[in-house]
């Protein structure tokens, strides 16, 4: 199972990297439209999902991994965010935004799978291990 949450995770380190290098692109194409905030925004927000997912990698525990994950999280919404402003405010194309938009749902829904399932199995076992009870002998249980 670990390494199943591993290949997940490089999959989201991959897709967070790439979605990054667009954002990068999309930023120039801001820039070159003299909207230097808009473009500062979602450069900021857009690159940082994926820095804060290299940096769950390397959780020195489970909530470490859950809170980082939740950051990255947060930033793919407030990307999104971005996204539909420079969208809906007509700065550039439909065409030219909606992909982007997509791929941020994709994040969002990916992101908050892995926080709430990272945080489901830490909740598990501090409840096991806080609980009461204690098992001495298991028959048939190898």
């Not at 979602?42 to 940096?55: D, Q, Y």
């Not at 990255?72 to 996204?83: P, V």
Request: glycine share 4%; with cysteine.
């Amino acid at each position: 199972m670990k390494q199943e949450v591993l290949k997940s995770n490089n999959v989201v380190s991959e897709k967070s990297y790439a979605f990054a290098l667009n954002v990068i692109q999309l930023a120039r194409v801001l820039r070159k439209q003299h909207e230097y905030e808009i473009a500062s925004q979602l450069l900021r927000c857009g690159t940082s999902i994926g820095a804060n997912v290299e940096e769950a990698q390397c959780g020195v525990s489970r909530t470490d991994f859950a809170a980082k994950m939740g950051i990255a999280s947060k930033e793919a919404r407030e990307t999104h965010y971005w996204l539909r402003l420079v969208r809906d405010s007509q700065t550039l194309s439909h065409d030219q935004v909606q992909l982007r938009l997509k791929e941020a749902e994709e994040l969002v829904r990916t992101l908050t799978a892995i926080v709430k399932t990272s945080q489901r199995t830490r909740n598990l076992k501090s409840n096991i291990q806080h609980s009461p009870f204690t098992i001495t002998h298991c028959e048939g249980i190898a």
